[in-house]
């Protein structure tokens, strides 16, 4: 059975972000995605102010600004429309980008490979391992037609 300090189960920017701060720190990551990236999304383009922080931080803010800035939001929802700024100041960005999923996900990953997280796409964590009470791995399985599965 193969060793990690971290298993993250989703390469989307949450996980690709949490394999990328774990591994810079030295840590053994291995990160399981049922997809292949690229992979398209159906959700998520919007990047909040938080967001745009946190990538900045990662190093990823230059490949941000060639996209289009958002100044805040537009909810719409049982006949009503409310639209809301992003305020200014708290040490954040006040606005929003509009970032492809397609595009920022794989940017995220290659981020958190380039520090040392280790990839498995097209596998699926189909259940956690735990042993005397504590978690210890994860059972996985292969998405793609080639054989696979085993637990780490």
Avoid: N
Avoid at 32 to 47: I, M, N, S, V, Y
Avoid at 96 to 112: F, I, N, S, T
Wanted: glycine share 14%.
């Amino acid at each position: 059975m193969a060793e990690y300090d971290a298993i993250v189960v989703g390469a989307g920017p949450g996980g690709s972000a949490a394999a990328r701060y774990l591994a810079s720190t030295g840590a053994r990551v291995l990160v399981l995605e049922k997809k292949q990236f690229p992979r398209a999304k159906t959700c998520g383009d919007g990047l909040t102010p938080r967001a745009i922080k946190v990538l900045d931080d990662m190093g990823l803010g230059s490949q941000l600004a060639k996209y289009q800035r958002v100044h805040g939001l537009r909810v719409l929802a049982h006949g009503r429309t409310l639209e809301i700024e992003f305020p200014k100041g708290a040490g954040y960005p006040h606005f929003g980008l509009v970032r492809p999923r397609l595009d920022l996900d794989k940017e995220v990953a290659q981020h958190a490979q380039d520090a040392g997280a280790e990839y498995r796409f097209q596998t699926e964590a189909t259940e956690p391992v735990w042993e005397d009470g504590a978690l210890v791995g994860v059972r996985w399985t292969r998405k793609e037609k080639a054989p696979g599965g085993g637990v780490i």
